[in-house]
């Protein structure tokens, strides 16, 4: 059974910095792209970015430049370092996970989704 957990949400000021992880478990994720999404209020769950097993990434212009998305094969866990915070990157984060070779942005493709993890960042 496939498990995602995210970690590393939290408060910050606008400007601030946070890192997310998202332990992959379950199975060999060789192979398979990972991706965040996010949701804020009132919203639909949308793309932020995702990276295929071999590297290529893909990115939301909203935080192009500001976030950068890695992964440790060898450990399974993703993670999504966030620079230059604004109010509205507030959300709850999802961690997603799927079989293929693309850098989907359509939350369709994933298979596999994490519980999510709450980023507040203030003014």
């Known amino acids: 059974q496939v498990q995602l957990v995210e970690s590393g949400g939290g408060l910050v000021q606008a400007g601030g910095s946070l890192r997310l992880s998202c332990a992959a478990s379950?199975?060999?994720?060789?192979?398979?792209?990972m991706g965040w999404f996010r949701q804020a209020p009132g919203l639909e769950r949308e793309f932020v970015a995702a990276?295929?097993?071999?590297?290529?990434?893909n990115y939301a212009d909203s935080v192009k430049g500001r976030f950068t998305i890695s992964r440790d094969n060898t450990n399974n866990t993703m993670y999504l370092q966030m620079n230059s915070l604004k109010p509205e990157d507030t959300a709850v984060y999802y961690c997603?996970?799927?079989?293929?070779?693309?850098?989907?942005?359509?939350?369709?493709?994933?298979?596999?989704w994490g519980q999510g993890t709450q980023v507040t960042v203030s003014s």
């Open positions: 379950g199975r060999t994720f060789t192979n398979y792209f």
């Open positions: 990276r295929t097993w071999s590297g290529s990434t």
């Open positions: 997603a996970a799927g079989s293929g070779y693309a850098a989907y942005t359509n939350r369709v493709r994933y298979a596999y």
